[in-house]
Nanobody, 123 residues
Framework: QVQLVESGGGLVQAGDSLRLSCAASGRTFSSYAMAWFRQAPGKGREFVAA????????DYVDSVEGRFTISRVNAKNTVYLQMNSLKPEDTAVYYC????????????????WGQGTQVTVSS
């Protein structure tokens, strides 16, 4: 069983930066691929970024490529999402997710989810 707790969301202006954190429980964190998803009001949940268990491979949705960076520190059981040059369209609830095995883009592959953290970007 893995428990995930996100933090770091907030209200910022367009162009600002935020760093989200996701703290995971469990001793086998390093065996899990981690990902960030987001859900904007009235929309479905969208893949944002994923990172392999060792941190050597990452993927991003096109809309955040070059602005967001996913990283992890296995010794701290924590994954991060550094978000720069934020835009109003980045406004959403951001969720951390994990799965045992390779990273995937499809949320259906992720067994464990955090409660979400709100990010609001004003224009």
């Amino acid at each position: 069983q893995v428990q995930l707790v996100e933090s770091g969301g907030g209200l910022v202006q367009a162009g600002d930066s935020l760093r989200l954190s996701c703290a995971a429980s469990g001793r086998t964190f390093s065996s899990y691929a981690m990902a960030w998803f987001r859900q904007a009001p009235g929309k479905g949940r969208e893949f944002v970024a994923a990172i392999s268990w060792g941190g050597g491979s990452t993927d991003y949705v096109d809309s955040v490529e070059g602005r967001f960076t996913i990283s992890r520190v296995n010794a701290k059981n924590t994954v991060y999402l550094q978000m720069n040059s934020l835009k109003p369209e980045d406004t959403a609830v951001y969720y951390c997710a994990s799965r045992y095995g390779p990273r995937r883009f499809d949320e259906r592959y992720y067994a464990y989810w955090g409660q979400g953290t709100q990010v609001t970007v004003s224009s």
